[in-house]
T-cell receptor, first 116, second 114 residues
């Protein structure tokens, strides 16, 4: 069974631009979560989608948004990029709503975004 | 906002030694997870603990959830070079929590030297 895939793997953007990252979950998984990982802040939860609905959101500004499609694939968008948005963006999928606490989530390899 | 303090941040030990990593918070979590992450990859779940006082063992790794469900520890016995990696704890807050319900510790970078 294929794992979680994320595209692109690497991305370079300049300040003020916007970016869209894509995540394809494991087949059959209906929940997708997004995370930002930086050396200074560590791993931080962005949001979780289940059945095309955002179920929980982390403490990030409105420039960070996402959506989930009917096939469970998800996209994350960051508008008006800032230097501090440079990070590894990780996607994870689980069979059901992860934050119920009992589900196992599987992470993809991440998209490394560099903002210049 | 819930905080999860993880210590130590860095640990470099010799093969065969034992070690313990701690995650502490003033908040109660409904569950707590431990992950290991290797360079260039996403974190991989090691264990989930749900019940206060719960102890789970995974080969040479022992995980404990505090009685009050506010803290957890990971103990590795006879560490091996293959244990090298970034260890992360993550707490899931109860459903009635406002805002983000998932909090990660800062991580412990473990290096086991042969």
């Amino acid at each position: 069974k294929a794992g979680v895939t994320q595209t692109p793997r690497y991305l370079i953007k300049t300040r003020g631009q916007q970016v869209t990252l894509s995540c394809s979950p494991i087949s059959g998984h209906r929940s997708v979560s997004w995370y930002q990982q930086t050396p200074g802040q560590g791993l931080q939860f962005l949001f979780e989608y289940f059945s095309e609905t955002q179920r929980n959101k982390g403490n990030f500004p409105g420039r960070f948004s996402g959506r989930q499609f009917s096939n469970s694939r998800s996209e994350m968008n960051v508008s008006t990029l800032e230097l501090g948005d440079s990070a590894l963006y990780l996607c994870a999928s689980s069979l059901a709503y992860f934050l119920l606490g009992e589900e196992t989530q599987y992470f993809g390899p991440g998209t490394r975004l560099l903002v210049l | 906002t819930q905080l999860l303090e993880q210590s130590p941040q860095f640990l470099s030990i010799q093969e065969g030694e034992n070690l313990t990593v701690y995650c502490n918070s003033s908040s109660v979590f409904s569950s707590l997870q431990w992950y290991r992450q290797e360079p260039g990859e996403g974190p991989v779940l090691l264990v989930t603990v749900v019940t206060g006082g719960e102890v789970k063992k995974l080969k040479r790794l022992t995980f404990q959830f505090g009685d009050a469900r506010k803290d957890s520890s990971l103990h590795i016995t006879a560490a091996q070079p293959g244990d090298t990696g970034l260890y992360l704890c993550a707490g899931v807050s109860p459903e009635e929590t406002s805002g983000s319900r998932l909090t990660f510790g800062e991580g412990t970078q473990l290096t086991v030297n042969p």
